[in-house]
């Protein structure tokens, strides 16, 4: 089983729509949490993190749930600058150091 | 842009040499992390260098190895390329929080 999986992409939405990123991760002793995306042949930037309590960030909202071990990214109002790959990250501390375990990522094409 | 800068962008080699990439961190931040993305993958965690020392390695060959130097510039070092090398190679720098990630080199093996 992958550290980290995700919803195999890609996703073609047209604008305004709503889309949801889903993933889960294996090992329960992961910390932290984040979403990335990333643009065609360029580097991964942070989008958000993410909180058990959920957090909003404009028309993303992220969710985690531990007991689950499931991760999920909702975009409303989709635009086509969120055309994108969207990378789900978990962060694992091992012994004097961290690292960030990449899933494959969700390519979302949002059209006219 | 995040401040952390990798050289070179583009990089072509043949199986079997070998090839240095270089990474230049953030201001302050004294932690360096290597990660290799193949086409269509997530990226995956090679090493990471805290103060001059590896602290930490991901399931890379020994042939892949690195540096790090005083003022927390970093190298990547790959002997004996072989085809599967080729991949998008980025560096990431912190300071014990968010990594910050470079624009990545561009290696092709061929």
């Known amino acids: 089983r992958k550290e980290v999986e995700q919803d195999p992409g890609p996703f073609n939405v047209p604008e305004g729509a709503t889309v949801a990123f889903n993933c889960t991760y294996s090992n329960s002793a992961s910390q932290s949490f984040f979403w990335y995306r990333q643009d065609c042949r360029k580097e991964p930037k942070l989008l958000m993190s993410?909180?058990?309590s959920g957090n909003e960030d404009g028309r993303f909202t992220a969710q985690l749930n531990r007991a689950s071990q499931y991760i999920s990214l909702l975009i409303r109002d989709s635009k086509l600058s969120d055309s994108a790959t969207y990378l789900c990250?978990?962060?694992?501390?091992?012994?004097?150091?961290?690292?960030?375990?990449f899933g494959k990522g969700t390519m979302l094409l949002v059209s006219p | 842009e995040t401040g952390v800068t990798q050289s070179p962008t583009h990089l072509i080699k043949t199986r079997g040499q070998q090839v240095t990439l270089r990474c230049s961190s953030q201001?302050?931040?004294?932690?360096v992390s290597w990660y290799q993305q193949a086409l269509g993958q997530g990226p995956q965690f090679i090493f990471q260098y805290y103060r001059e020392e590896e602290n930490g390695r991901g399931n890379f060959p020994p042939r892949f190895s690195g540096l790090q130097f005083p003022n927390y510039s970093s190298e990547l070092n790959v002997n004996a390329l072989e085809l599967d090398d080729s991949a998008l190679y980025l560096c990431?720098?912190?300071?014990?929080?968010?990594?910050?990630f470079g624009p990545g080199t561009r290696l092709t093996v061929t």
């Open positions: 201001s302050g931040h004294n932690t």
């Open positions: 993410v909180y058990s």
């Open positions: 990250v978990v962060n694992m501390r091992n012994s004097g150091y961290s690292t960030l375990t």
């Open positions: 990431a720098s912190s300071r014990g929080g968010e990594q910050y």
